[in-house]
Structure formats: C-alpha cells, structure tokens
C-alpha cells in the first residue's frame, strides 16, 4: 500500500547527523558519494523497517563507509598528498636532555623526516633543491695521521728535560687571531727547545676583554696534549721570577725555523727568558714535516675550548640539531669590518657615510691597499658579502626556502635592518642570542672572546658552513672541518661572482646557474697543500697532517 503523501500539518521528524572526518570524505570516490547523496528508488514491496529513512541503516552504510575509508587511508594514501599541516605539533628531542619549552617556542624547526620525505617524489625521483645542498663532499678516504719522525721523537727526549730557559709569548687580537699565535708560540718554544708559559692574552682593546688562558681553552688539557712535544708550565719557576726576560719586536713576517734559531738561540741561552709579542703571520707557513704536524696537533687537538664555554656551545648547537640538519652562516656585517676593509654595508647613503666618515678619522684602521678604491675592492674580492648577496648565493646554491640557519658574528650595521634580505627568504635563521635561555649568556655579556668562541663551536657542528668573508675564523674553521672528515664547507667565490651580481639584466635562471657551477669545487673538497706555497697547514691539512687509508698501509 502506497505510503500517504506528508501533510503540512504532519508531524516534523528528528534528523541525526554523523560527523564525518574531511580526510575520508576526500579520499572517497565521486561514486561512493553519489551512493550518499542519492538514495536508489525503493520498490512498494519493501516495508518501513527497511525504509531508506531508517537511521538504523543510515548508521550501518556511514560505518561500513568510515571503515573503507580509514583502510583507505591506512594502506593506499601518499601521505604527501594529504591536505595535512607539513609541520604538526613538534615533539622534537634534544640529544643534549629535555628542551625547555623556551627554546621549542623560539625555533620553527621542520622534522628530518618530513625533509627526507620531501627529498624524493611519487615515482621516487630526487629533488635536487634538498638532497644536493645538504650532501657532504668525497673526502677520498683522507684521515688525521700525524706520525712524527725518529728524529723527531728522539729530540724530544733532551727537549722536555730542558727546565732552565723559557719563553713567554704575550697573543693579541680576537680569539682566532690569538689561536693562531698560540700555536705559533709552542712551535717556537719547540724550535729553541725551551719552555713555554701559558701564552698571556693582551686584553682587546676595541671589545675591552680580560679573559684569560685558562677562560677560553682547558688548560690541564693543553698540557696533556702537548706533553711528548713541549714542556708547558702555566707561570715561571721562582728560579726565573727575579730574572728580566729579553723583550723582542722585531720578528719579520713568515721567519723560517732557520731565522728563529740565528736571531733567537743564543739571547735565550743567555739570558734564560725570552719574551716575544705580536707573532701574528711571523712564523712561516713552509716548515719540515714534523713541525707541520705539531701545528695540526697544537690546533686540532690541544687547544679545546674550556668546560663551561664547551657546555654551552653544545648546547646551543643541540637545540639546532635536534631537528635535523643546519647551516651556519659568519657574517661579517659590523661596522668595524666595513671600516677596516674599506668597504660599504650598501644599505642606505646615510649608514654608507657613517662608515666613509669613520675612515676618514681613523685612516689607520684601514688593513692593505689603501691606494684601492671601493669599487676595485669589491671587484677584487676584498668585501664582506651583502645580507643580499649571501641571499642570491644560497638561492643559487639550492639551499632550501626552509633551512634552518646558524648565524655568527657581531651586530650588524644597521641591526634587523641589514639582516632583511635574508631573513624574508630564509625565515628561519637564529643566532646565539635567539636560542639561548635567559641567563645563559649573562655571565660572558662582555666576554667577546668568549662569544667568538661560542659561535666558533656552534658552527664547527653544523652540516654545512658559509664565510661571507675571508678571516680567522673562516680559516681556522676550513681546517678544522677538513680535519673532522672533510664537512661542507662552502666557499664564496667573489672575485669570479660578483660581476653577475651587478648585471641587472642576467636573468635570475641564468645566474643561479652560473653561480653553482662557480662552486662546484669549492665545496670542501680535500685540497692539496703541496704545490700552495705560503698557504697555511691549518687550513689545508692534507697531506702532512692527514693520509689516507691507501698511504697508511705503505707506511
């Protein structure tokens, strides 16, 4: 019997609604929603118990649905492909311990896996804007092998058991300007055969530190090290104390072995204390073998940082790999450096007086070439790159739009202002000050020493490393990054880049070309020392102070 037609006067009826997730919904086919939204006809035959008005049955059809659909999702569904956030909730630990919830909320760190996920499509093909950036160098099997000589080790015995003359050497500048002289000093002490006292750190006149030897570095450790090579004592001897040290200033640039031993034996056997200062670049790059290696040796392995600077260097370098890996960036951006190289920041005409007229007052800040103007400096390769010039590099170079980045270096000239370029195409980008806790960095607030060293550790650790400018760091950086296995290390290639940076007219596709294909060999791939006469040992230390696995079994 056919069923009354509804009157308005009818009784309305209570309708039920399911939620339904939007994800399953969208993983359904245009026919199983159809099979929803169009009920099929009912025959007269069929009674009201199985009515397509029924919840009953509307209950069991959404649930069998629900349930293909979850199958669906579980088994067949990309998950690239789901209309999902890219970065849900991070949970990220920290190998360091448990992260505080500060610094979570300070970084906006993407998981590693979701970056090896994006690393290839569908059909697994690459996607070389992720996997090229991040893949480290061919290190050819290269290893630290410092091996001395017999002679070497038999010399050593009558050195060590020398106690009777000394050398005192007093380390100016920043703290890898004074690196480089401390390892300096012990290959000195080592060719006069005398003994060193813990190299005394002038204090900086421009940042006013007072640290001391023992601030920075681990003392105790430095010995040790050190202990088969040179005697290291951290004062004189009271047998020494009354005695007046000859001072010497007259150390020429690059002085060979031959030189220090003619000009420098014979007052220290004399007079028992020799005092030497200012030996930046005064001991030549060309040394015998063994004397190359103990420079490898004084600079891979003694001079560790001291605990605490250690501790929180680790620290700050966790919290950026905790979620994967990180590139760190030196910029050399302060209004100090642009003085001093005579360069222009480039930013406004007003910031580009400020320096001009700083130069003006101080024309002995100005380091080299003098007679160049700035226009020929930046074409020689002799200006700290732009925030938009390292920009232009990273994108060229394929870096990824959401790579985590590691600044170090001082404030720039301009503040946030001259950091603009870089952070609008690379939003994630912090320095120490932005993942430290508060107080971490209140106790070295006016340590600068102390924050080169921070930054120097923070970047040792990252999988790829980019000097905007050439300097102590960046050099001392390149060896030892070598030394631990040959780790990315990027570097700029001005002298040859910098003309396309001015075409305005260079389309952007040809430039990024052009420019990564500058680099291909720049990318801390092991570089011969042999045949770079005057290059320094610690940055390049192949092949006197590492070997690889094919020569080690020769020898």
């Not at 649930?63 to 659909?69: A, D």
């Not at 690459?126 to 017999?150: I, N």
């Not at 030189?259 to 420098?264: K, T, V």
Request: aromatic content about 8%; hydrophobic content about 35%; overall charge positive.
């Amino acid at each position: 019997m056919a069923l009354p037609k509804n009157s308005n006067n009818s009784t309305k009826k209570k309708v039920s609604y399911i939620s339904v997730p939007s994800q399953i919904i969208n993983s359904l086919s245009s026919s199983s929603l159809q099979s929803l939204l169009v009920s099929p006809k009912k025959s007269s035959r069929c009674t009201n118990r199985f009515s397509y008005r029924n919840p009953r049955i509307w209950f069991l059809t959404l649930f069998l649905v629900s349930l293909f659909g979850m199958l669906k999702l579980g088994f067949n569904v990309d998950p690239i492909s789901l209309p999902f956030s890219r970065h849900p909730c991070s949970t990220g630990s920290f190998d360091g311990g448990e992260v505080e919830h500060h610094a979570v909320s300070n970084l906006a760190f993407a998981s590693k896996n979701d970056m090896q996920s994006n690393s290839s499509s569908k059909n697994g093909t690459s996607l070389p804007a992720e996997g090229d950036f991040w893949k480290q160098p061919d290190g050819l099997g290269f290893k630290p092998c410092l091996g001395f000589s017999r002679q070497y080790r038999k010399d050593s015995n009558s050195i060590l058991k020398n106690r009777w003359k000394y050398l005192l050497v007093v380390v100016s500048g920043g703290m890898n300007q004074q690196r480089n002289q401390i390892v300096d000093a012990v290959i000195i002490a080592r060719i006069l055969g005398a003994s060193l006292v813990v190299p005394v750190l002038q204090v900086n006149v421009i940042w006013g530190d007072e640290s001391e030897f023992a601030d920075i570095f681990d003392l105790e450790h430095f010995k040790n090290v050190l202990s088969d090579d040179v005697h290291i004592v951290s004062s004189l001897p009271s047998t020494h104390v009354m005695t007046r040290p000859v001072e010497e200033k007259r150390t020429p640039l690059h002085a060979s072995p031959q030189w220090i031993r003619a000009h420098y034996l014979k007052r220290i056997n004399r007079e028992r204390v020799l005092l030497l200062r200012g030996l930046d670049s005064r001991l030549s790059n060309d040394l015998p073998s063994d004397l190359q290696k103990l420079r490898c040796k004084v600079a891979f392995q003694a001079l560790k940082f001291s605990p605490r600077i250690l501790e929180l260097g680790n620290k700050l370098a966790s919290r950026m790999l905790s979620e994967g890996q990180y590139l760190s960036l030196h910029l050399r951006m302060e209004k100090d450096v642009w003085v001093r190289t005579g360069c222009l920041p480039g930013l406004t005409p007003e910031y580009d007086e400020i320096v001009s007229s700083e130069r003006q007052r101080h024309p002995e800040l100005l380091t080299g070439r003098s007679n160049m103007t700035y226009n020929e400096r930046k074409l020689a390769g002799l200006c700290p790159l732009t925030a938009l010039e390292v920009t232009r590099l990273l994108k060229a170079l394929e870096a990824p739009k959401d790579a985590r980045i590691y600044w170090a270096g001082g404030e720039p000239l301009g503040g946030k202002e001259a950091l603009e370029p870089l952070t609008k195409e690379f939003p994630h980008l912090y320095n120490k000050h932005d993942l430290a806790l508060p107080g971490e960095l209140e106790p070295f607030a006016k340590k600068a020493s102390v924050m080169a060293a921070i930054d120097y550790i923070v970047c040792e650790k990252s999988d790829v490393f980019i000097p905007s400018h050439g300097g102590n760091m960046g050099h001392a950086l390149q060896g030892q990054r070598a030394y631990a296995g040959h780790k990315k290390y990027i570097t700029p290639n001005k002298r040859q880049m910098l003309p396309y940076f001015m075409n305005a007219s260079l389309p952007e596709s040809d430039f990024n070309r052009i420019v990564k294909e500058l680099h291909r060999e720049s990318l801390g791939q092991p570089e011969l020392r042999t045949g770079k006469g005057g290059k320094d040992v610690t940055k390049h230390p192949v092949p006197e102070c590492m070997c690889s696995d094919k020569q080690q079994q020769q020898e």
